[in-house]
């Protein structure tokens, strides 16, 4: 499956984005979707993760409400909401697809990725 992040940018500290994620080639309801990011010099961590159908979600701590995730499987599209927005929320967001739900979800076992989309929060 090939995926396609977009709708990042520069928002303030307290802002919102919506992030999207498309998806083509292959079935995309048969896929857990899961959303990662990557901060400046700092290791991949995951963010928000749905499940084939959209029901069971789940998210890392640092979240705590602000952020939701959601998929549109007719429109083939995985969300992000992010709300209440930090400076230390500033990463490249990526989008990945994988075939298992395991809690918690690690890159490793998401198979196909999507090229980023930069989030920039300035304080």
């Known amino acids: 499956v090939q995926l396609q992040a977009f709708g990042g940018g520069l928002v303030q500290a307290g802002g919102s984005l919506r992030l999207s994620c498309a998806a083509s080639?292959?079935?995309?309801?048969?896929?857990?979707m899961g959303w990662f990011r990557q901060a400046p010099g700092k290791e991949r961590e995951f963010v928000a993760a749905?499940?084939?159908?959209?029901?069971?979600?789940y998210y890392a701590d640092f979240v705590k409400g602000r952020f939701i995730v959601h998929r549109d499987n007719a429109k083939n599209t995985l969300y992000l909401q992010l709300s209440s927005l930090k400076p230390e929320d500033t990463a490249v967001y990526y989008c990945?697809?994988?075939?298992?739900?395991?809690?918690?979800?690690?890159?490793?076992?998401?198979?196909?990725w999507g090229q980023g989309t930069l989030v920039t929060v300035s304080s």
């Open positions: 990945a697809a994988g075939r298992l739900w395991k809690i918690p979800p690690l890159p490793a076992e998401y198979d196909y």
């Open positions: 080639g292959r079935t995309f309801s048969n896929y857990v």
């Open positions: 749905v499940s084939w159908s959209g029901g069971p979600t």
